[in-house]
């Protein structure tokens, strides 16, 4: 078996997670350099791969100029911090691991897609849910046939209002011109599980949504910029950053994310809350992404299908697929069987805890793409699951169009759009 040499480019939580995956299969994967601004995050990575100090860096340039040293490069930037790197991978002929977004803009997304196309590398977008148990077992359903010809598909992301708090207004992603629109960052594997469940080009698109609650319009009276100024409202609300930053021990995620730092003491959090968008009131932060949005989309054989982006929930994915046989429902991060009714009057339970969904991290899709990449950068690859570059560049164009959609209120027919935007 061979084992791939891999360098990362981002070791926030998406490279820190992947390569955490690596380290677990030493057969397939060596990490063996890191290129990492933030000097705590850099050396969480160097220690867990033993990597020597001559091959770690505060920037991913010097890491590039020295050439083509391994054989992928897994790219987890921030989101307009993509492009750069990866095109000089591509022209290094790196084959690359690039987290979700391809880039913020439809025409980067066109020129990384050709690029790789042109060069002849392979670039995996890490639209993780093409991993899961729980997808490929629909997928499977749908594609023997047994739910008929699919009519119409409803699907829902349900954000969770605290997470959105905590990534989509305090956090990173949360600002259009730091991040990317709040469809392309956070929706568009969905869309991609969307189109890869079905097997069909999508024809029209319209979306609506907007920001609605997340806005200084709707701060409660006397509320400062800041959780820990003494805000009169701390006991009632659910979004006191003090609760969940601070005296949350347990919520590493929350912790890590506000201090940029692995397991950080008090001190450091405290600080992060008192001075970082981390503990400004969710009412009075630089934020502009939506809180909630819905796609309609019209694919091939008249297949109709929604989408609905949003806040304000408990959190988590469900799915109800109609076919002309039976039809199909499931709270997919619940655990809970996927249920389907038969016309015919029987009814089946689809256990969905096998396999990788057992290991968490998007139901088993984190783990499950750095499995299946291998395969793919060494055998003879013939699974379902990893897209071209090619189809993930075109089920982001599905995002882009329904942007326009949203913000231009029209009807958009995405064959034109899609012509259009590649040329």
Known sequence: MKTLDVILIGAGDRGNNYTMHMAGMPEKYRVIAVAEPIENRR?????????????????????????????????????????????????????????????????????????????????????????????????NLIDSGKLGKIMSVNHEENVGLIHQSHSFVRGNWGNVERSSVMLLQKSCHDIDILQWMLGKKCKKIQSFGSLSYFTRENAPEGAPEFCNQGCPHADTCEFNAVKLYYDDKENHWFRNASTKYHYPPDEMVWKAISETNYGRCVFRCDNDVVDHQIVNMLFEDDITVTF?????????????????????????????????????????????????????????????????????????????????????YYNHSIVFAAEKSRAENTVVDFEEYFAEADK
């Open 43 to 139: 050396e969480h990575i160097k220690n867990r791969h033993n990597i020597p100090d001559d091959m770690c860096f505060d920037d991913w340039r010097p890491l590039l100029e020295k050439g083509k040293i391994a054989d992928l490069a897994l790219i987890c930037t921030m989101d307009r911090d993509h492009f750069e790197p990866a095109m000089k991978a591509i022209k290094l002929g790196y084959d690359l691991m690039l987290e979700k977004p391809i880039a913020p803009t439809q025409e980067e997304c066109k020129k990384i897609a050709h690029a790789a196309n042109e060069k002849g590398v392979k670039v995996v977008i890490c639209t993780v849910l093409r991993y899961t148990p729980v997808f490929n077992l629909i997928k």
């Open 308 to 392: 609905t982006m949003n806040a304000f929930n408990r959190g988590g994915r469900y799915i109800h697929i109609m076919g002309t046989k039976g039809e199909l429902r499931c709270f997919l991060e619940s655990g809970e069987p996927i249920s389907v009714h038969y016309f015919d009057g029987t009814d089946e339970e689809i256990d969905v805890n096998t396999g990788y969904a057992l290991l968490g991290g998007h139901g088993g899709g984190d783990v499950g793409i750095v499995h299946t990449l291998h395969e793919y950068l060494t055998t003879d690859y013939h699974g379902i699951n990893i897209p071209d570059i090619m189809e993930s």
